[in-house]
């Protein structure tokens, strides 16, 4: 598991509610009416959370470090 403390989003836009998110990482994700959205906007580090994001077919979640904004997930 990493250290530190990370923001959530989900491109509303670009989420397909697949329920991978949820599926995969209950404890950070649900759906909510039929698309993902993250049960806190910021989360200690946790590889749950990245597992999810990768997990995405759409891509749609996004990770980020707080207070560098880094992107931990999704990673090219």
Excluded at 7 to 24: F, K, L, P, R
Aim: glycine share 12%; with cysteine; charged share 25%.
């Amino acid at each position: 598991m990493a250290d530190g403390r990370w923001n959530v989003a989900i491109d509303s836009g670009t989420c397909i509610g697949s329920g991978v998110c949820a599926g995969t990482s209950p404890k950070y994700f649900k759906l909510d009416g039929g698309y993902g959205t993250p049960v806190a906007d910021e989360v200690d580090a946790d590889d749950e959370v990245v597992t999810a994001a990768e997990s995405c077919p759409m891509e749609a979640i996004l990770v980020r470090e707080v207070g560098t904004d880094k992107v931990i997930a999704p990673l090219d």
